[in-house]
């Protein structure tokens, strides 16, 4: 379990995380979700020690980071993937955390061969592609074989095929009891993956929901609507206090009224309905939603050529 405690952090006067607490329990993967800038790399710094806060407390198990004797399987990381001296072999990088944490090398070779670097064990990293150094970090995170783990854009750099793997490893880690905390831009990936979020901007909390409830949360209670009397319905459903729009297919999307009171409507004034279907937003939908005033990055708009 990871445990933060009104953690708060300033760099230079600006504050990076301000009273930021929240609980990221075992069993599930939760996506930790933010704009750029909202302080999720430094949350994570002070969860493994590398950063220290200037209030609150990040806890692994309980615990806070420099009070773990063998912090490699008490808690697993990827931060910075290249974060590899390029002259070591993929095979020496891991044996030498190994030896540091009393982990043994048939542990080395597991990793490995589940990460699929058997083959390429004993060439050095620097060689390496972006994805292979991607595996590279995650067979690191997962040497100790740790109950906790922290995973910073983990699928960065992988073909499909590795991102469906690093989809499908992360949520078998979590169904055995694990802990797997993982943050991501990709939101159509941690709509497929992640079980609960918690979103933070500006440094502080947002939203801790699961992703179904955060999705609904911002589904606005839109619903679609067919009928071939579509100017007269639009017409009854303002009337009615709906919110009515056209998308590009001429189907009309209402906010406001709930699904029967619009069949109502069409009913009472001789619209025939063709659909009638309730519309749920995706997770960018909603995140963009929750998050539009937290963010710190704003491109200008582009002038005329």
Same mark, same amino acid.
């Given at each position: ?23 990221? @329990? ?10 750029? #800038? ?10 493994? =020690? ?11 198990? &309980?615990?806070?980071?420099? *009070?773990?004797?063998?912090? $490699?399987?008490? /808690? =697993?990381? /990827? ?10 072999? *993929? ?46 970090? %995650?067979?690191?995170?997962?040497? &100790? ?43 159509? +990936? ?9 979103? %933070?901007?500006? #440094?502080?909390? %947002? ?17 679609? /609507? ?6 007269? $319905?639009?017409? @009854?459903?303002? +009337? ?9 297919? #001429? ?20 619209? +025939? ?22 963010? +710190? ?5 582009? &002038?005329?050529?």
């Amino acid at each position: 379990m990871l445990e933060a405690r009104g953690l708060t952090k300033f760099y230079g006067g600006k504050g990076a995380v301000e009273d930021l607490s929240f609980t990221v @329990r075992p069993g599930r993967v939760t996506g930790f979700l933010g704009p750029n #800038g909202a302080g999720k790399s430094t949350t994570m710094r002070l969860f493994l =020690g590398l950063d220290r806060a200037d209030a609150g407390r990040a806890l692994v198990q &309980g615990r806070p980071f420099h *009070a773990l004797r063998y912090p $490699l399987r008490e /808690v =697993g990381a /990827v931060l910075d993937s290249k974060a590899v001296h390029p002259g070591r072999t *993929a095979y020496g990088h891991l044996l030498g955390l190994a030896s540091s944490n009393g982990i043994t090398r048939r542990r080395v070779d597991e990793v490995l061969e589940i990460t699929g670097l058997t083959s390429v064990a004993r060439q050095r990293v620097g060689g390496f592609s972006l994805g292979m150094g991607q595996r590279l970090g %995650i067979a690191t995170a997962l040497l &100790g074989d740790p109950p906790v783990l922290l995973l910073d854009e983990p699928v960065n750099g992988l073909d499909p095929e590795g991102v469906r793997w690093i989809r499908n490893l992360m949520k078998a880690l979590a169904a055995e009891g694990r802990t797997v905390f993982v943050s991501s831009h990709l939101m159509s +990936e941690m709509e497929v993956t992640a079980d609960h979020l918690v979103v %933070i901007g500006r #440094g502080r909390l %947002i939203a801790d929901a699961g992703v179904g409830d955060f999705i609904e949360a911002g589904s606005q209670g839109t619903v679609k /609507v067919r009928s071939p009397q579509a100017i007269q $319905l639009a017409a @009854r459903l303002r +009337e009615a206090g709906g919110q009515v729009t056209a998308d590009v297919e #001429g189907a009309l999307l209402v906010n406001g009224l709930e699904s029967a009171h619009i069949a109502s409507i069409a009913s009472r004034c001789g619209a +025939e309905v063709h659909e009638l279907s309730p519309q749920r937003a995706s997770l960018e939908t909603a995140f963009m939603e929750r998050t539009e005033h937290s963010v +710190e990055y704003r491109p200008s708009k582009p &002038g005329p050529a």
